[in-house]
């Protein structure tokens, strides 16, 4: 049976930039407009007043300096606080399916492929734009690919969930040559109201070529020596918003109905979990953590991906061993990962192993070992 390989990625970026000071001024300005207009209940003690953000706070509790988001003008509308999007009509491409196009086309162009030779589309993202039709099939009729394709989303591990499907897709005969897009437009989901949370997410989109060895000709090609995933659930991240909402007759804005976590268990509950999971996963593959040259971990948070290598490695944690874009891209969801990838791996020679690694809501934890060949 012929190896299964990486052989090509691609990046999208959407055209602005939020930094963490545009960010607070706009969140503070929403705060005072908030307490003024709520000044008697707050007075009689019915309402708790809004605190506000700061750009030390956002960067310490998380390492985030900047986002990049799909619109900045209603995000920093103190009135509005979310973006705001042009509705498509049916003939034209969806906002999910083009940012996937655009970073498909450029993996494919690293990879050395044309539509033609795509027998597989997946779309594995944390929130899908429609339920049907599929965004993945949308994006295989715009690149002319051929086969199937399907959405699958597994929240912030959704990308290592879909890269898992393309290689069994691979080695099982299923496809020859799969392609895996990752599009986040979070900032849709995102509370941008809350202090707690306002900060995390920024939009991208990334895609990844999954093929057979002996029919890659890219010039760089990274083995997958395996892949595991595992899930355990979780109320600590959540959203409810979806399909029922109407039929259950509850406020489509709602602050249930974006995204929402406890930070400080998801912090404690999943740095051992992911841990834990990389450990036996490199153990299955007779590697030890000291074998593996890179981590590519889910940027969700610099602290967390910190801990997580050091109790594997026990060693100094540097961006040498886990490279962070997370102050650049901020929170990306299950793109985060594959940004770390694409970006920071040019410089591992053949032979050299490393690990991506996704954690998020469910819990859900996916990792795949990579060796350059």
């Given at each position: 049976?012929?190896?299964?390989?990486?052989?090509?990625?691609?990046?999208?970026?959407?055209?602005?930039?939020?930094?963490?000071?545009?960010?607070?001024?706009?969140?503070?300005?929403?705060v005072?407009?908030?307490?003024?207009?709520?000044?008697?209940?707050?007075?009689?003690?019915?309402?708790?007043?809004?605190?506000?953000?700061?750009?030390?706070?956002?960067?310490?509790?998380?390492?985030?300096?900047?986002?990049?988001v799909?619109?900045?003008?209603?995000?920093?509308?103190?009135?509005?606080?979310?973006?705001?999007?042009?509705?498509r009509?049916?003939?034209?491409?969806?906002?999910l399916?083009?940012?996937?196009?655009?970073a498909?086309?450029?993996?494919?162009?690293?990879?050395?492929?044309?539509?033609?030779?795509?027998?597989?589309?997946?779309?594995?993202?944390?929130?899908?734009?429609?339920?049907?039709p599929?965004?993945?099939?949308?994006?295989?009729?715009?690149?002319?690919?051929?086969?199937?394709?399907?959405?699958?989303?597994?929240?912030?591990?959704?990308?290592?969930?879909?890269?898992?499907?393309?290689?069994?897709?691979?080695?099982?005969?299923?496809?020859?040559?799969?392609l895996?897009?990752?599009?986040?437009?979070?900032?849709?989901?995102?509370?941008?109201?809350?202090?707690?949370?306002?900060?995390?997410?920024?939009?991208?989109?990334?895609?990844?070529?999954?093929?057979?060895?002996?029919?890659?000709?890219?010039?760089?090609?990274?083995?997958?020596?395996?892949?595991?995933l595992?899930?355990?659930?979780?109320?600590?991240?959540?959203?409810?918003?979806?399909?029922?909402?109407?039929?259950?007759?509850?406020?489509?804005?709602?602050?249930?109905?974006?995204?929402?976590?406890?930070?400080?268990?998801?912090?404690?509950?999943?740095?051992?979990?992911?841990?834990?999971?990389i450990?036996?996963?490199?153990?299955?593959?007779?590697?030890?953590?000291?074998?593996?040259?890179?981590?590519?971990l889910?940027?969700?948070?610099?602290?967390?991906?910190?801990?997580?290598?050091k109790?594997?490695?026990?060693?100094?944690?540097?961006?040498?061993?886990?490279?962070?874009?997370?102050?650049?891209?901020?929170?990306?969801?299950?793109?985060?990962?594959?940004?770390?990838?694409?970006k920071?791996r040019?410089?591992?020679?053949?032979?050299?192993?490393?690990?991506?690694?996704?954690?998020?809501?469910?819990?859900?934890?996916g990792?795949?070992?990579?060796?350059?060949r």
């Amino acid at each position: 049976m012929s190896a299964v390989v990486i052989s090509g990625t691609g990046l999208y970026q959407p055209p602005h930039t939020i930094t963490n000071a545009e960010l607070v001024e706009s969140f503070n300005a929403y705060v005072d407009l908030f307490n003024a207009e709520h000044a008697a209940q707050i007075e009689a003690g019915a309402v708790q007043p809004l605190v506000h953000s700061s750009a030390e706070f956002i960067e310490k509790a998380s390492g985030i300096k900047q986002r990049y988001v799909m619109d900045k003008e209603g995000i920093l509308d103190p009135t509005r606080m979310h973006p705001r999007l042009k509705e498509r009509s049916d003939d034209q491409l969806s906002m999910l399916a083009e940012i996937g196009v655009e970073a498909a086309r450029k993996a494919m162009a690293a990879a050395g492929k044309t539509g033609d030779d795509i027998d597989a589309v997946i779309c594995s993202c944390s929130n899908l734009q429609r339920a049907y039709p599929a965004i993945a099939i949308e994006i295989q009729n715009a690149i002319g690919a051929r086969g199937y394709g399907y959405d699958m989303n597994v929240a912030c591990s959704a990308a290592t969930f879909g890269l898992e499907q393309a290689v069994n897709a691979v080695r099982t005969g299923s496809a020859r040559c799969v392609l895996v897009v990752n599009p986040e437009i979070t900032s849709g989901h995102q509370e941008w109201k809350d202090r707690d949370c306002h900060f995390i997410f920024g939009d991208v989109a990334t895609a990844t070529v999954v093929e057979r060895a002996d029919t890659a000709t890219s010039t760089e090609q990274w083995e997958v020596l395996g892949s595991k995933l595992a899930t355990q659930f979780s109320n600590n991240i959540r959203n409810n918003f979806g399909y029922l909402n109407r039929s259950e007759d509850s406020d489509p804005n709602a602050r249930d109905k974006t995204f929402r976590q406890e930070g400080r268990k998801v912090f404690k509950e999943v740095v051992p979990i992911a841990a834990a999971h990389i450990e036996s996963q490199l153990s299955d593959v007779s590697l030890a953590p000291a074998d593996v040259r890179r981590f590519w971990l889910h940027q969700a948070n610099l602290s967390m991906n910190q801990l997580i290598v050091k109790k594997l490695t026990g060693g100094e944690v540097t961006a040498e061993v886990a490279p962070l874009i997370l102050d650049e891209f901020a929170n990306t969801s299950s793109a985060g990962s594959i940004i770390a990838f694409h970006k920071f791996r040019a410089d591992l020679a053949s032979g050299d192993v490393g690990v991506i690694c996704s954690f998020g809501a469910g819990y859900s934890v996916g990792s795949v070992v990579l060796r350059k060949r």
